[in-house]
């Protein structure tokens, strides 16, 4: 094809299109505009699961997806799982999800709405939907859901899904997970129906899911709707994106400060920032492409990550995160708020805590041997001077300095604040 739809154009030039259903007739379709013959405006959607209390990095690609669409004046709606959400996806999981009550999952939501406001532009004509599929699954009975959705699938079809196919042979796979793939095929039918939803968004691991929700919609309406997945998120080291020290990346600042945030993306690879910029951010490709001609590659990391914290955590928390990184690395005393930190109370002082304990609970290392191998190796500064004491009992005057905490460093990077309560 030598056009291009606007919104397509643009995920393929920045990288983020893994696989897509029916392409050129999706293109055609949208060249004609972003409304059918009713004056109807198409509809995107991408679902997300209450499996934890909080979004997190690898779910902020979806978002941004989702943002885009809005900007190419596209419905944009965000679905939260709240009956997918009790049954658990498999993709992914070599044994069951652990099941999450009600409560859970409805505190969860609540959580991941006030999250997922920032991300869209609510002035324009088309803002963000927000739903919930227990609002249509949670009413409807085993037998209807059998005749109206479950008539459309063999058991032989939802096998063939690698996911299934490979828990299946282990002995692992449930009822409920198998028909998992179902209730996310009816979603999909079901925002056609409402919304004229002609589209889903997801990781490239969800495909057959999105298919099948596709296919459905062409079998029960007649209608065009269409699959498309985005590459799972990989880095230059060939690991999965999004965790820090084995622990995920989260959206929500009381899980991961915005400090934290900010030093999550200011100490990616060399050469995963492109990447970072095309999925995380709204600048254009111009844009991109002339900051990384006429930056040092340290200043496009720090304005790679000022860009996402402050699409995720507001431009004030951004510039304080700034602050704080450029503090702790120039050894300059300042605002030092949003620097990691951790308290501890006098009590514990008169109980004792030694630095390797203190090393662990600050998770700067993760064992006593550990610790030890870093001060020992020369590796962590304590108040600005190295220690090399793994015996070194922790004292009230270690806090007397400018910052009222003390300030740990491992290696190069690692900055971390003991304050006393």
Same mark, same amino acid.
């Given at each position: 094809?030598?056009?291009?739809?606007?919104?397509?154009?643009?995920?393929?030039?920045?990288?983020?299109?893994?696989?897509?259903?029916?392409?050129?007739?999706?293109?055609?379709?949208?060249?004609?505009?972003?409304?059918?013959?009713?004056?109807?405006?198409?509809?995107?959607?991408?679902?997300?699961?209450?499996?934890?209390?909080?979004?997190?990095?690898?779910? $902020? @690609? =979806?978002?941004?997806?989702?943002? *885009?669409? #809005?900007?190419? &004046? +596209?419905?944009?709606?965000? %679905?939260?799982?709240?009956?997918?959400?009790?049954?658990?996806?498999?993709?992914?999981?070599?044994?069951?999800?652990?099941?999450?009550?009600?409560?859970?999952?409805?505190?969860?939501?609540?959580?991941?709405?006030?999250?997922?406001?920032?991300?869209?532009?609510?002035?324009?004509?088309?803002?963000?939907?927000?739903?919930?599929?227990?609002?249509?699954?949670?009413?409807?009975?085993?037998?209807?859901?059998?005749?109206?959705?479950?008539?459309?699938?063999?058991?032989?079809?939802? $096998? @063939? =899904?690698?996911?299934?196919?490979? *828990?299946? #042979?282990?002995? &692992? +796979?449930?009822?409920?997970? %198998?028909?998992?793939?179902?209730?996310?095929?009816?979603?999909?039918?079901?925002?056609?129906?409402?919304?004229?939803?002609?589209?889903?968004?997801?990781?490239?691991?969800?495909?057959?899911?999105?298919?099948?929700?596709?296919?459905?919609?062409?079998?029960?309406?007649?209608?065009?709707?269409?699959?498309?997945?985005?590459?799972?998120?990989?880095?230059?080291?060939?690991?999965?994106?999004?965790?820090?020290?084995?622990?995920?990346?989260?959206?929500?600042?009381?899980?991961?400060?915005?400090?934290?945030?900010?030093?999550?993306? *200011?100490?990616?690879?060399?050469?995963?920032?492109?990447?970072?910029?095309?999925?995380?951010?709204?600048?254009?490709?111009?844009?991109?492409?002339?900051?990384?001609?006429?930056?040092?590659?340290?200043?496009?990391?720090?304005?790679?990550?000022?860009?996402?914290?402050?699409?995720?955590?507001?431009?004030?928390?951004?510039?304080?995160?700034?602050?704080?990184?450029?503090?702790?690395?120039?050894?300059?005393?300042?605002?030092?708020?949003?620097?990691?930190?951790?308290?501890?109370?006098?009590?514990?002082?008169?109980?004792?805590?030694?630095?390797?304990?203190?090393?662990?609970?600050?998770?700067?290392?993760?064992?006593?041997?550990?610790?030890?191998?870093?001060?020992?190796?020369?590796?962590?500064?304590?108040?600005?001077?190295?220690?090399?004491?793994?015996?070194?009992?922790?004292?009230?005057?270690?806090?007397?300095?400018?910052?009222?905490?003390?300030?740990?460093?491992?290696?190069?990077?690692?900055?971390?604040?003991?304050?006393?309560?």
């Amino acid at each position: 094809m030598t056009v291009k739809s606007s919104l397509i154009k643009t995920l393929r030039d920045r990288g983020l299109i893994a696989q897509i259903s029916h392409e050129e007739e999706l293109e055609q379709l949208f060249l004609k505009g972003n409304k059918n013959a009713k004056g109807e405006r198409y509809a995107v959607y991408c679902g997300f699961d209450p499996t934890a209390a909080s979004l997190h990095v690898g779910n $902020l @690609s =979806a978002l941004m997806m989702l943002r *885009r669409a #809005q900007d190419e &004046g +596209l419905q944009p709606i965000v %679905l939260f799982g709240g009956a997918t959400g009790l049954i658990g996806d498999p993709t992914g999981r070599s044994e069951m999800r652990p099941m999450n009550t009600k409560e859970q999952i409805s505190q969860y939501i609540e959580n991941f709405k006030n999250l997922v406001n920032r991300y869209f532009n609510h002035e324009s004509p088309n803002p963000p939907i927000f739903v919930n599929n227990i609002d249509w699954i949670g009413g409807m009975s085993w037998i209807d859901f059998s005749r109206n959705v479950g008539v459309h699938f063999t058991v032989a079809r939802l $096998l @063939s =899904a690698e996911v299934n196919k490979t *828990r299946f #042979q282990e002995g &692992g +796979l449930t009822f409920m997970e %198998l028909g998992y793939q179902l209730l996310q095929s009816y979603d999909f039918l079901h925002l056609y129906q409402k919304y004229n939803c002609i589209l889903q968004f997801g990781g490239d691991d969800q495909w057959s899911n999105i298919l099948s929700g596709a296919d459905l919609i062409r079998r029960v309406q007649g209608g065009k709707a269409f699959a498309l997945t985005t590459p799972l998120l990989v880095g230059s080291d060939g690991k999965k994106f999004g965790k820090t020290a084995g622990n995920a990346v989260w959206l929500d600042p009381k899980m991961t400060s915005s400090y934290d945030f900010f030093q999550f993306f *200011r100490n990616v690879h060399d050469a995963d920032v492109q990447k970072m910029f095309y999925v995380f951010t709204l600048k254009t490709q111009e844009e991109i492409e002339e900051i990384l001609k006429n930056s040092q590659i340290n200043a496009i990391k720090e304005l790679m990550a000022f860009e996402i914290t402050k699409i995720v955590h507001g431009e004030h928390e951004a510039i304080k995160a700034l602050e704080a990184a450029k503090t702790l690395f120039s050894g300059q005393t300042g605002d030092l708020s949003h620097a990691p930190s951790t308290i501890l109370t006098k009590h514990d002082l008169q109980e004792g805590v030694d630095i390797l304990s203190l090393l662990i609970k600050c998770e700067l290392s993760t064992s006593r041997g550990e610790a030890r191998k870093l001060i020992q190796g020369n590796g962590l500064t304590f108040n600005g001077n190295k220690l090399n004491d793994f015996n070194y009992k922790i004292k009230e005057e270690d806090f007397h300095t400018e910052q009222n905490a003390i300030v740990l460093r491992k290696g190069k990077k690692d900055y971390h604040l003991v304050k006393l309560n």
